[in-house]
Every structure is written in structure tokens, then in C-alpha cells.
Nanobody, 125 residues
């Protein structure tokens, strides 16, 4: 089992940047594929990015964030990151990290077993 705690959210102007962190506790962080999801007010939670387990050689992004967001992991620190650049008001949402054991890349909520509590990101125009 793994526990996840997100941090790094906040208020930023359009065009700005934020870096989200997700600290994991528990066993064998490196053996989990990790994902970021987000949920805007009145909308369903949606996939943002995913990174494969171990060395994280495989990454995949939603079209809406491709070339602006970068997912990465530091297994020595048991931490997942999401670097968000060129932020837009449409990126405003609660951002969640999620974990699933094994190597398979997942882009839907039901593929993940563990979730953090979320961190709010607000982008002003």
C-alpha cells in the first residue's frame, strides 16, 4: 500500500508556472506507475499525465497539456512531480496524483488503486 500527499498548488497568473509534488510513503514507490489527474468545478476528473514505474522511461500526456506540462519522478525521494508551464485559466482545477502497481500505463481513473487528497491550482486571466 502507498499513501500519497500532493503539494505545490496555488494561485498564478496566466502564462506562469507551478511545480506540483506528490510525496509517497509506504513500500516500493519505484514499483508503481504514477499519474496526475485533475478535476475542474462542475466537471469530471480527467487524465493529465502518467509516468511508468522504475526509471520512468515512458511518459504520456493529455493533448491539452502536451508541450506545457512535464511529469517526472525521483525514486530516491519517493516523490512525483508535475512541472506546469504556460498555464491557462482552463488549467484551473484540483490536481490529484495516483498510483498503480506495475508497468502498465493507465489513463483512466479506475486503473489506479491509490489517490492523494488533491491540491488546488487556480490560474487567473
Amino acid at each position: 500500500q502507498v499513501q500519497l500527499v500532493e503539494s505545490g498548488g496555488g494561485l498564478v497568473q496566466a502564462g506562469g508556472s507551478l511545480r506540483l509534488s506528490c510525496a509517497a510513503s509506504g513500500r516500493s514507490f519505484s514499483l508503481y506507475t504514477m499519474g496526475w489527474f485533475r478535476q475542474a468545478p462542475g466537471k469530471e476528473r480527467e487524465f493529465v499525465a502518467v509516468i511508468s514505474y522504475r526509471a520512468g522511461r515512458i511518459t504520456y500526456y493529455a493533448d491539452s497539456v502536451k508541450d506545457r506540462f512535464t511529469i517526472s519522478r525521483d525514486n530516491a525521494k519517493n516523490t512525483l512531480y508535475l512541472q506546469m508551464n504556460s498555464l491557462k485559466p482552463g488549467d484551473t482545477a484540483v490536481y490529484y496524483c495516483a498510483a498503480r502497481p506495475g508497468w502498465q500505463i493507465g489513463t483512466t481513473e479506475n486503473e489506479y488503486d491509490y489517490w492523494g487528497q488533491g491540491t488546488q491550482v487556480t490560474v487567473s486571466s
